[in-house]
């Protein structure tokens, strides 16, 4: 059963800082390219960020570039995603997710930025 548990969220002022995590099961987290994305209040999900197989590429939703970083560590099955310089309309519910053949969702993770 495919599983992706995200964490790291909370309330952080504008400016802060966050560090989300994704551990995924369920099946070969190497074989597939791994993407973050975010679901904002009254507003559909969109794309964050993804990062190829083995980390050696990258790529960002343009508001982020510069900003947030995301990796991998194949050995503990776990996609991250560091967000610096937080801003108020980055206030959504952080999914992971495979980048293309999407699966089940999991529950995310909230990060609210305001002062």
């Known amino acids: 059963q495919v599983q992706f548990v995200e964490s790291g969220g909370g309330l952080v002022q504008p400016g802060g800082s966050l560090r989300l995590s994704c551990v995924v099961s369920?099946?070969?987290?190497?074989?597939?390219?791994m993407s973050w994305y975010r679901q904002a209040p009254g507003k559909e999900r969109e794309f964050v960020s993804r990062?190829?197989?083995?980390?050696?590429?990258?790529n960002y939703k343009d508001s982020v570039k510069g900003r947030f970083t995301i990796s991998r560590d194949n050995a503990k099955n776990t996609v991250y995603l560091q967000m610096n310089s937080l801003k108020p309309e980055d206030t959504a519910a952080y999914y992971c997710?495979?980048?293309?053949?999407?699966?089940?969702w999991g529950q995310g993770t909230q990060v609210t930025v305001s002062s």
């Open positions: 997710n495979t980048a293309t053949s999407l699966r089940a």
């Open positions: 369920g099946f070969i987290f190497n074989n597939y390219d």
């Open positions: 990062i190829s197989t083995v980390g050696a590429r990258t």
